[in-house]
Each structure stands twice: as C-alpha cells, then as structure tokens.
C-alpha cells in the first residue's frame, strides 16, 4: 500500500478531469468540506451501491456542509456514461494513472476471490475548510458506508 495519510494534515492537491471534461481541482474547494471517496470501477456492484447511496443522501451532506468527490481509475468516457446511467449529480474523477490515488494512500495490494494484486482499494476521506484531513478510512465496506459517514458528520 503506498504511504497512509495522517487525520490533521494538509490533504495534497489534484488536478482531475471530470465526467463532463472539465478540470477540476481540490483547492477549488478551499473554504469548504469535502468529502472525497476513491471507488475501484464504475458499474461493479460495490462501486454502484457507494455511488448511489452518496447520491440518495447528498442533501444531507449538503445541508451539513459537504461537497461530495469521487474518484476512479476510470476514463471519462466511462464516468460520464455512470453518472448518466445512475442519475449520479456530484462530480466524478478520473484518476486514469492512480496518481491521485497513490499519493492519497488509496493504492495498494488487494485481493478480490482467489486473485491478489496492485490496484484501487475503496477509501473515503473527509477534508476541512482549511485543507486538512478530517477523516481517513481505508478499505471500507460500500454498504452501510455512507450511512456511518452521515453518522459520524452529522449531516
């Protein structure tokens, strides 16, 4: 797994390209909460239930505060076809080279059935106004995730 991220420290800056090609940064949201949870693939079951569930309860993040990002290796070909097909209405990423993802800690070796290999492993963080780590999770479960993140944000 490359390097973990430490809760309180300044959460390095991307430069992505979104769903609907249009680059978007992190320091963009400066001054606001984000919530940023990297997903493995569009259109698998995990990844489609995480995506829906942030998308079924985006009001209440919104209302608490929070911007909602989430990223993949996925083209953004691809993005945009789940975003369209899952009705998803906050911004997706494409992390196509993982950079993001291994300067996130998001990387690293995993195993899916009887195959272990280097690739995405789902982790969601949550950055403050100022830029820090709020909150760190690594390998984290799709169900029920966003209901113990609304839980423990309040939102």
Same mark, same amino acid.
């Given at each position: 797994? *490359?390097?973990?991220?430490?809760?309180?420290?300044? #959460?390095?800056?991307?430069?992505?390209? +979104?769903?609907?090609?249009?680059?978007?940064?992190?320091?963009?949201?400066?001054?606001?909460? /984000?919530?940023?949870?990297?997903?493995?693939?569009?259109?698998?079951?995990?990844? *489609?239930?995480?995506?829906?569930?942030?998308? +079924?309860?985006?009001?209440?993040?919104?209302? #608490?505060?929070?911007?909602?990002?989430?990223?993949?290796?996925?083209?953004?070909?691809?993005?945009?076809?789940?975003? +369209?097909? &899952?009705?998803?209405?906050? *911004?997706?990423?494409? %992390?196509?080279?993982?950079?993001?993802?291994?300067?996130?800690?998001?990387?690293?070796?995993?195993? /899916?059935? %009887?195959?272990?290999?280097?690739?995405?492993?789902?982790? *969601?963080? /949550?950055?403050?106004?100022?830029?820090?780590?709020?909150?760190?999770?690594?390998?984290?479960?799709?169900?029920?995730?966003?209901?113990?993140?609304? &839980?423990?944000?309040?939102?």
């Amino acid at each position: 797994m *490359t390097q973990p991220l430490e809760l309180g420290s300044i #959460a390095p800056d991307f430069t992505l390209t +979104d769903a609907t090609g249009f680059e978007r940064s992190l320091s963009d949201y400066r001054g606001e909460k /984000v919530i940023v949870y990297f997903y493995p693939a569009a259109f698998t079951p995990g990844c *489609t239930t995480e995506a829906c569930d942030f998308r +079924d309860n985006l009001a209440q993040f919104e209302g #608490a505060g929070y911007k909602v990002l989430g990223i993949s290796p996925d083209s953004v070909e691809r993005l945009k076809e789940f975003a +369209d097909a &899952e009705q998803l209405p906050y *911004t997706l990423l494409s %992390d196509e080279d993982a950079e993001v993802a291994k300067a996130w800690g998001a990387w690293g070796e995993k195993t /899916v059935g %009887d195959r272990t290999f280097e690739g995405l492993i789902r982790s *969601t963080m /949550v950055v403050d106004e100022a830029g820090r780590f709020q909150s760190i999770e690594y390998r984290v479960d799709p169900n029920g995730h966003v209901a113990r993140l609304r &839980e423990m944000l309040a939102a």
